[in-house]
């Protein structure tokens, strides 16, 4: 019955004997013009043949059915018609439905007051800390020359904007230090470091690792938004990365932390999470936008009781984030009085984002053929001068 609907399809193939690859690509040259028609394709899999099992299984989705007619009629595909019928000896189409994203609880955008936000957020992480004492791998600090991956990424762009090419003696405030992984590769590398966190737990951990490192680290247990007021020092350095903003609400309060934190002269260092990366769904099986890039001010819910590193479960899974494009991030540095010195863009990420990214040197990765379609990273370096 015509429909003006959405509709999802599933289609089992079947190919004449030997002759699975001719039907293979003759379903890549079909399924090539769905975008065309503005169809997706959801899913496709491909089955053994045996016991009356399909060679291939697609499940593709349609705007309405107007869509899915012009695609049926589409030239282009009636061109194959005899190759079709060269190659496929069975088809079974039937309408699929797929389970309705949970959109309040997976990164739907609700309104919350911060501080009920914040608590949530702290709850949370306050439960990853333990888990993260046991994943994070702090052993490798048993070697006195080790660095955090993250450190050893950034401490070569971080000291070529330094004016003696290094952090040794400076001055570092690492803000959301959490379990202190990289504020101690910072003090190894020489520099006198204060970690900032929210979250008590974490700065514990932290403070176990620094011990066992044989670093020296001052530890503050703060909101990044009001670490003006909670550190003493002024700094030659101001860090942080990786898994940083989205937790903050107001990014001009936070830029002007850093700004009142910086010593004239001195530096602010970020690397993060591209905002164009967080606006793909981790979960669908090509490159799809489905989060905002900009924000609107609410924030988006997550209910995930899993964390990025080992198995464990957290007993707090509800948390909040909110979306920053890359010109409020660089607009509120600016309107802090930063002045940028370095913007560029990375491929690689140090945690998986989708289960489909790839392991590669320096981390994580989208699968080859689509490395170069969006950037995973940011990085900026600002100064006060
Ligand atoms: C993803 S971790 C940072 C990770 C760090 N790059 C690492 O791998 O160790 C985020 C940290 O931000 C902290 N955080 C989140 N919101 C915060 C806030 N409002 N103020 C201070 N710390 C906050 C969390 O406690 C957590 O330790």
């Known amino acids: 019955m015509p429909t003006s609907s959405p509709m999802t399809l599933c289609c089992l193939l079947w190919a004449r004997p030997g002759l699975v690859a001719d039907m293979n690509a003759y379903e890549d040259a079909v399924i090539a013009l769905l975008p065309n028609h503005g169809a997706t394709l959801v899913q496709r899999a491909y089955g053994d043949g045996g016991a009356d099992h399909p060679h291939e299984v697609q499940l593709y989705s349609f705007p309405d059915q107007a869509a899915l007619d012009g695609y049926l009629a589409d030239p282009r595909r009636r061109e194959l018609a005899d190759e079709r019928d060269r190659v496929i000896a069975r088809t079974e189409l039937f309408p699929a439905t797929l389970p309705a994203p949970a959109a309040e609880t997976h990164g739907g955008d609700v309104d919350i007051d911060w501080e009920a936000?914040?608590?949530?957020?702290?709850?949370?992480?306050?439960?990853?800390?333990a888990l993260h004492e046991q994943a994070y791998g702090l052993e490798g600090f048993d070697d006195p020359d080790y660095l955090s991956d993250v450190i050893r990424e950034d401490l070569p762009v971080l000291t070529s904007f330094l004016t003696d090419g290094s952090i040794a003696g400076l001055d570092v405030c690492h803000l959301q230090?959490?379990?202190?992984?990289?504020?101690?590769?910072?003090?190894?590398?020489?520099?006198?470091?204060?970690?900032?966190?929210?979250?008590?737990?974490?700065?514990?951990?932290?403070?176990?690792?620094?011990?066992?490192?044989?670093?020296?680290?001052?530890?503050?247990?703060?909101?990044?938004?009001?670490?003006?007021?909670?550190?003493?020092?002024?700094?030659?350095?101001?860090?942080?990365?990786?898994?940083?903003?989205?937790?903050?609400?107001?990014?001009?309060?936070?830029?002007?932390?850093?700004?009142?934190?910086?010593?004239?002269?001195?530096?602010?260092?970020?690397?993060d999470g591209h905002p164009a990366l967080y606006a793909l769904d981790?979960?669908?099986?090509?490159?799809?936008?489905?989060?905002?890039?900009?924000?609107?001010?609410?924030?988006?819910?997550?209910?995930?009781?899993?964390?990025?590193?080992?198995?464990?479960?957290?007993?707090?899974?509800?948390?909040?984030?909110?979306?920053?494009?890359?010109?409020?991030?660089?607009g509120s540095l600016l309107?802090?009085?930063?002045?940028?010195?370095?913007?560029?863009?990375?491929?690689?990420?140090?945690?998986?984002?989708?289960?489909?990214?790839?392991?590669v040197d320096g981390g994580f990765a989208w699968p080859e053929a689509e490395r170069n379609l969006v950037p995973c990273t940011y990085t900026i370096v600002a100064r006060r001068d």
């Open 117 to 129: 936000a914040r608590a949530a957020n702290r709850d949370n992480w306050d439960d990853r800390a």
């Open 177 to 271: 230090c959490h379990i202190g992984t990289d504020t101690v590769s910072l003090a190894r590398a020489g520099a006198s470091v204060t970690g900032v966190d929210f979250s008590r737990a974490a700065l514990r951990t932290a403070d176990r690792l620094a011990e066992r490192a044989g670093a020296s680290v001052r530890w503050v247990e703060s909101d990044v938004l009001d670490a003006r007021a909670a550190v003493e020092d002024d700094f030659d350095v101001v860090y942080t990365s990786i898994g940083t903003i989205t937790w903050l609400n107001d990014l001009d309060r936070w830029a002007e932390q850093i700004y009142a934190l910086l010593k004239p002269g001195g530096t602010f260092f970020i690397r």
């Open 282 to 330: 981790e979960n669908a099986p090509t490159l799809t936008t489905r989060y905002a890039y900009f924000g609107d001010g609410r924030a988006q819910q997550w209910d995930d009781d899993s964390t990025y590193a080992g198995d464990g479960t957290v007993a707090h899974a509800r948390t909040y984030e909110w979306p920053h494009p890359l010109s409020e991030i660089i």
């Open 335 to 359: 309107r802090a009085g930063l002045r940028l010195t370095h913007f560029d863009e990375g491929k690689t990420l140090p945690w998986r984002f989708s289960p489909r990214m790839v392991d």
